[in-house]
């Protein structure tokens, strides 16, 4: 039996909730493979945060680090503005450990209700360390008439290539179509820069068809004909836009995984479900554990274990095409035990 | 008779097919309130730039000042990169005469076929000026692995404070609903200033209900539940995705018109619909007019004239609602001139 050994960050709110579903039906799978797991838990969060005033301690990166995967629930508390949450926790990882693909597959599965008809199955790639979420900027004159902010945007050769190199080699495995997500007209130094980078991977995988689309064209598109897409590539902020619009297009936001991938795995992958902690509904025990145990299955694909990885969506997609269990948020009145426990079943 | 002025630029591709459409119809509702119009017409395009090197003639914005109002067809060719055209001709009319409110209505009309249901009838106000789309940035080490390319993203306190306003404004005399658009989690120098003068200012007008959603959110909750919202704030950028994900939602970017407004009217306000050139139907004479047709309704509202532009919506609405006449982007077989002529007879 091959262990794998897991941090796991429940974080805040419903995080608490969905993530002991996730690892449940990971053990679950993985068992069936021969393979185990273990799960070191963390407390980092925004409680900690209130009672100890960071969101992890000082030596958390390192700590972390010993670990072959990281599971995350969901961060964000009333009362600790966000980019204090996520500065202090998420986005340290994504960059330290460079996870500079996050990978956000969609489907639209039988018995969910989508604004669409079709068949919806694609994947957005995102650019994960770098783009417009920087660290490189400020605010002058504070509090008079002339107070500015300003905030860099940063894409180097090295990071847009890497990713669109996945996004190519992922889109040659899958249906052989990409599109990147660009802006050039509108923002006219770092995406026309994209753009060249693009055109540059593009001549090096001649199997794959490439399309360009401004953002403001593909989401729309994205709604009025989300089955012409397969793989889609964008910065930070066009692949995070990207990837709840298509979620939402496929019906809802509380089903979509994703996996913030360092493919070279110099460093621990993350997993998380896309959504966020909703304190509104926490501790009814009915939150939707679809995006966390999806996400699950994405940890089992990066630790080689694809074959349990597909079961756990197979058996996502059957508990949802039966159509008697379904949390709140897709029409249902079941529990996230509920749930979990038809997962559970179907495996 | 009053008459006003007016410079036309019809641009490229279907933006000669639509234009003549819109001022006939502009025209036609004038007349009916004693109002009249001239136009002078500017072949400024790219189709301008390909023979002389320039969009416009150096005293292009000297020669637009003197004008009422301008309209604007469509920019855009193949062989032209985006964002030579559009930096040569649409942005620096933005910016020079200050028309710092791009105002793009949407509404979901009967007899349009949308992918969601339920009433649709919102409001984008897009920042017009600043944000994302600046001049500032560049590119080093071109062709070497160490290449970047910067963009700095600009938010001024006077810049977003006047948007905001307008946009609080609006909203009272609407449906008295503000949702502002952000991502001060991710982008953590400019979107935590916009926010904070959201709450300023929202503390000016106690009478709106204003919240605030991140934009990968709102994108989600425009296609799941489009009928919550009423008046929608957003930077440059967001502005730009939010209207034309809206106008998807409510089923074309066809029909989408937009109002680039200096408030203050110290210098000429440009009306244009948000649809491009659209090269590949060019010439065919199918082009969908009712962008171009509902922009010259808000140059009607903008020249004080608001029961004539109220009448030319509801002439679309009724020629839509009838549903024999329609061009091909909305799944019918009419004209260009058949719709005209259809809202023509209906005023
Ligand atoms: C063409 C482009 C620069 C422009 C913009 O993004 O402003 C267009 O998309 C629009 O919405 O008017
Ligand atoms: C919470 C936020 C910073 C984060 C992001 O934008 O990256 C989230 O929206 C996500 O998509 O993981």
């Known amino acids: 039996m091959t262990t794998h050994d897991i941090a796991v960050i429940p974080g805040d709110g419903i995080g608490h909730e969905v993530t002991p579903a996730a690892l449940e039906v990971l053990q679950a799978a993985g068992r069936r493979h021969g393979h185990g797991f273990t799960f070191t838990e963390y407390d980092w969060s925004c409680e900690r945060y209130l009672r100890e005033g960071a969101m992890m301690p000082d030596d958390g990166l390192e700590r972390l680090r010993r670990h072959d995967a990281i599971f995350l629930g969901a961060v ?30 969609v489907r ?23 783009g417009e979420y920087s660290e490189i900027g400020g605010r ?41 997500a660009t802006k050039s007209n509108g923002i006219i ?3 026309p820069f994209w753009d060249e980078l693009v055109r540059e991977r593009a001549a090096e995988h001649p ?27 964008g910065s930070n902020l066009f692949g995070d ?24 795995r110099d460093f621990p992958s993350m997993f998380e479900p896309v959504h966020g902690s909703a304190p509104d509904i926490h501790g009814l025990g009915v939150a939707n554990p679809i995006g966390a145990i999806w996400s699950a ?22 508990v949802l095409a039966k159509g008697d269990i379904r949390t709140p948020d897709l029409g249902g009145t079941s529990t996230t035990t509920d749930f979990t426990e038809a997962v559970l079943t179907h495996l």
Chains 1, 2 share one sequence.
């Open 108 to 130: 639209l599965f039988e018995g969910i209700d989508s604004p669409v008809r079709g068949h919806i199955d694609l994947v957005v790639v995102r650019e994960n360390t770098e």
């Open 76 to 105: 964000g508390a009333p009362g600790v503005p966000d980019h204090v949450s996520l500065w202090g926790l998420l986005i340290p990882i994504r960059r330290a450990f460079r996870q500079y693909v996050n990978l956000r597959p």
């Open 207 to 233: 199997g794959v068809r490439c399309d360009s689309e401004h953002i403001d064209a593909l989401c729309a598109k994205l709604v009025l004909d989300p089955g012409r897409f397969d793989v889609i590539v």
């Open 297 to 318: 299955a994405l940890m089992l694909d990066h630790l080689g274990l694809p074959a349990a990885a597909d079961e756990i969506v197979a058996a996502i997609a059957a």
């Open 241 to 264: 836009i990207l990837s709840d619009l298509a979620a939402a297009v496929a019906g809802s936001i509380g089903i979509a995984p994703s996996a913030n991938l360092n493919p070279e």
């Open 140 to 180: 002058m004159n504070r509090g008079f008439p002339d107070e500015m902010a300003v905030q860099q945007s940063v894409f180097t050769r090295a990071g847009v290539t890497r990713v669109l190199d996945y996004a190519f080699d992922l889109a040659a495995r899958r249906g052989g179509h990409l599109t990147s």
């Open 189 to 191: 130094h770092t995406l």
